[in-house]
């Protein structure tokens, strides 16, 4: 599985994104999809999941209320919208693919390239 992710910027406090990750190569129905991030000095850490044929969800504490995570079939494409962003929301955020329904990034093998969000105070 390839994936492409898109879509961060620099936005103010309280403002919205909305990351998406295109899917290619094969078939995704068994996958579960997550978005991770990265931030300067820090592990990367879990944000969301979904999976891919079910659409059941799961979020990291410090986002739920925030960010929705969702998939678009016909497009091959994760989204996640992020909404009321603060500046601990700043950094490089990844989509993987994985077989496994986990917030353990090691279990996740195929990653996107990141794409920077970063929020000003």
């Known amino acids: 599985v390839q994936l492409q992710a898109s879509g961060g910027g620099l936005v103010q406090a309280r403002d919205s994104l909305r990351l998406s990750c295109v899917a290619s190569?094969?078939?995704?129905?068994?996958?579960?999809m997550g978005w991770f991030r990265q931030a300067p000095g820090k592990e990367r850490e879990f944000v969301a999941l979904i999976s891919w044929s079910a659409g059941t969800t799961n979020y990291a504490d410090s986002v739920k209320g925030r960010f929705t995570i969702s998939r678009d079939g016909a497009k091959n494409t994760v989204y996640l919208q992020m909404n009321s962003l603060k500046p601990e929301d700043t950094a490089v955020y990844y989509c993987?693919?994985?077989?496994?329904?986990?917030?353990?990034?090691?279990?996740?093998?195929?990653w996107g390239q990141g794409t920077l969000v970063t929020v000003s105070s």
């Open positions: 190569g094969r078939t995704f129905s068994s996958y579960f």
């Open positions: 993987a693919a994985g077989n496994y329904g986990s917030r353990n990034p090691a279990l996740f093998n195929s």
